[in-house]
């Protein structure tokens, strides 16, 4: 039996899935799984049950009881995570003996950034952006679509639907993104109507792709929405006003579609992601029984 004293646990819970990995001390995985969905906000339960999913097969992977698990420290970066209450109390209803649970952004960036200074870009489903000097991380955004996520997948989706009304009621011009929506809602402002009550944040982020075609190919609302996007990560990196030798690492499905359209001063900056937020996760176990 391996002593649980000598591992660490990470995981990485959202909206498309929970993974987890086991490492030594030193840093080498020995061991991944991955279960369900993990997002607390919209279900709380099932995040659980993806947790203990996880960790069971986590066992299984290195063939060791799941009680040698429970007793190493984790680390745990999940969505929904939004208050320091519900970071406790969703770890207290978790079985490992110690274990420490944040939002995602935080083993994001720890992911991302490693031992270096520099910014983070997460931009996906949703949108936020975080600084890292020493052991300080400021962030901006994460508000949620309702509030914000400007330049993400569900931001575009939903602008260009916005569009969508506005070209069919005649107050705007049709285009190639919008001749490419009437194509997927068959020119049925019912079907769009239907769509719009109960679309998720991830339902509206499955036209990203669409916005990024049309703005390649020249269309004009398109390449404003892209640009707009743009804009608002421009602005969040000259608020954190960066050093010479700071880093910027974009991540996320839309990472690179936005890397060359930054200010070329942020370009110049660009460096590629050290590790994954499961990577971050793993660091912070790390961090976390080094403590003891």
Same mark, same amino acid.
């Given at each position: 039996?391996? &002593?649980?004293? +000598?591992?660490?646990?990470?995981? &990485?819970? !959202?909206? @498309?899935?929970?993974?987890?990995?086991?490492? %030594?001390?030193?840093?080498?995985?020995? !061991?991944?799984?991955?279960?369900?969905?993990?997002?607390?906000?919209? &279900? #709380?339960?099932?995040?659980?049950?993806?947790?203990?999913?996880?960790?069971?097969?986590?066992?299984?992977?290195?063939?060791? #009881?799941?009680?040698?698990?429970?007793?190493?420290?984790?680390?745990?970066?999940?969505?929904?995570?939004? %208050? #320091?209450?519900?970071?406790?109390?969703?770890?207290?209803?978790?079985?490992? +003996?110690?274990?420490?649970?944040?939002? &995602?952004?935080?083993?994001?960036?720890?992911?991302?950034?490693?031992?270096?200074?520099?910014?983070?870009? !997460?931009?996906?489903?949703?949108?936020?952006?975080?600084?890292?000097?020493?052991?300080?991380?400021?962030?901006?955004?994460?508000?949620?679509?309702?509030?914000?996520?400007?330049?993400?997948?569900?931001?575009?989706?939903?602008?260009?639907?916005?569009?969508?009304?506005?070209?069919?009621?005649?107050?705007?011009?049709?285009?190639?993104?919008?001749?490419?929506?009437?194509?997927?809602?068959?020119?049925?402002?019912?079907?769009?109507?239907?769509?719009?009550?109960?679309?998720?944040?991830?339902? $509206?982020?499955?036209?990203?792709?669409?916005?990024?075609?049309?703005?390649?190919?020249?269309?004009? $609302?398109?390449?404003?929405?892209?640009?707009?996007?743009?804009? $608002?990560?421009?602005?969040?990196?000259?608020?954190?006003?960066?050093?010479?030798?700071?880093?910027?690492?974009?991540?996320?499905?839309?990472?690179? @579609? $936005?890397?060359?359209?930054?200010?070329?001063?942020?370009?110049?900056?660009?460096?590629?992601?050290?590790?994954?937020?499961?990577?971050?996760?793993?660091?912070?176990?790390?961090?976390?029984?080094? +403590?003891?």
């Amino acid at each position: 039996m391996v &002593d649980a004293a +000598k591992l660490v646990i990470g995981m &990485d819970g !959202g909206g @498309s899935g929970c993974r987890a990995a086991v490492s %030594t001390l030193d840093g080498t995985v020995i !061991g991944r799984s991955e279960s369900g969905a993990a997002n607390f906000t919209s &279900d #709380p339960e099932g995040t659980l049950a993806s947790i203990l999913r996880a960790v069971t097969e986590l066992a299984e992977s290195i063939d060791q #009881p799941i009680d040698t698990l429970l007793a190493a420290p984790a680390h745990l970066g999940l969505a929904g995570i939004i %208050t #320091p209450d519900d970071a406790s109390s969703f770890a207290q209803r978790l079985p490992f +003996k110690s274990c420490r649970v944040s939002d &995602d952004q935080l083993t994001s960036v720890i992911g991302a950034l490693g031992d270096r200074d520099g910014a983070l870009i !997460g931009v996906g489903t949703g949108s936020f952006i975080a600084m890292k000097r020493g052991d300080r991380i400021d962030a901006i955004g994460g508000w949620g679509l309702e509030l914000g996520d400007q330049g993400s997948g569900a931001w575009l989706g939903k602008q260009a639907l916005q569009r969508f009304a506005l070209v069919a009621d005649g107050l705007a011009d049709p285009s190639l993104l919008i001749a490419t929506l009437m194509q997927r809602f068959k020119k049925d402002a019912g079907e769009l109507i239907r769509f719009a009550r109960a679309a998720r944040p991830s339902d $509206y982020a499955q036209f990203a792709p669409v916005v990024f075609d049309a703005a390649k190919h020249g269309d004009t $609302y398109a390449t404003r929405l892209v640009s707009e996007g743009a804009s $608002y990560f421009d602005q969040c990196l000259n608020s954190f006003d960066l050093k010479k030798d700071d880093v910027v690492c974009l991540v996320g499905g839309l990472s690179e @579609s $936005y890397a060359l359209r930054l200010n070329s001063a942020f370009q110049e900056k660009l460096s590629e992601p050290a590790g994954s937020a499961l990577d971050g996760a793993l660091r912070l176990a790390r961090k976390l029984a080094s +403590k003891g």
